[in-house]
């Protein structure tokens, strides 16, 4: 049963540390995006990555956020410092995409539901 | 501003009764999906979406895609409460990024 996994499924954190969360996508998936979701905004597109290129990460704050695939089994968001604004469910989703512009049909992990205090 | 706007934002309804949630946007797609998000859970695609004025079934569901394009309605009929849940819709944009709607959460009473 092919599925996104995500770790860890829940982080509570102090203010000021360091984040990371990981995320390994459907094997043979080329495409891998990362969303935050919250009550206020919704689910909103931080970052997202085609054959392991980064095709935009226009959706994350510059300073303490970065996004990084080392490998096609692995990507990583990190956040440092981290602050309470940050607290939000992050979610890792992988699919099957051809060309910049196309309408990749994303599967979900379960989450990572981050508490910033 | 939103890329896609959803509404209701939220639908409180008896088993049994039909409902129908909008997907609306000024932009025109090439596909559109639909998603259902239940709690503690990431969403799930329910369906895809690709010629204007196509109308898909899957089970109780009926979405429907615009003439245009632009919008897209789901309507479920004779709900049950295992349909309770927020339903998103997703389109690419011409930055080729997928975003979502806000969603409609929907809740269905015994």
């Known amino acids: 049963d092919a599925r996104v996994t995500q770790t860890p499924r829940h982080k509570v954190t102090e203010m000021g540390q360091e984040v990371t969360m990981r995320c390994q996508p459907i094997?043979?998936?080329?495409?891998v995006f990362w969303y935050r979701q919250t009550m206020m905004q919704g689910l909103e597109l931080l970052a997202y990555f085609r054959n392991r290129a980064p095709l935009d990460d226009s959706g994350m704050p510059k300073d303490r956020f970065s996004a990084e695939m080392p490998d096609a089994t692995l990507a990583t968001l990190k956040i440092q410092p981290s602050e309470p604004r940050d607290s939000a469910v992050y979610f890792c989703?992988?699919?099957?995409?051809?060309?910049?512009?196309?309408?990749?049909?994303?599967?979900f992990g379960q989450g990572t539901r981050l508490t910033v205090v | 501003t939103q890329l896609l706007e959803q509404s209701p934002q939220f639908l409180s309804i008896q088993e049994g009764e039909n409902l129908t949630v909008y997907c609306n946007s000024s932009?025109?797609?090439?596909?559109l999906q639909w998603y259902r998000q239940e709690p503690g859970e990431g969403p799930v695609l329910l369906v895809t979406v690709v010629t204007g004025g196509e109308v898909k079934k899957l089970k109780r569901l009926t979405f429907q895609f615009g003439d245009a394009r632009k919008d897209s309605s789901l309507h479920i009929t004779a709900a049950q409460p295992g349909d309770t849940g927020l339903y998103l819709c997703a389109a690419t944009d011409s930055w080729g990024k997928l975003q979502f709607g806000a969603g409609t959460q929907v809740v269905v009473t015994p």
């Open positions: 094997l043979g998936h080329n495409t």
């Open positions: 932009s025109v797609f090439s596909s």
């Open positions: 989703a992988s699919g099957l995409g051809q060309g910049v512009i196309t309408n990749t049909e994303a599967f």
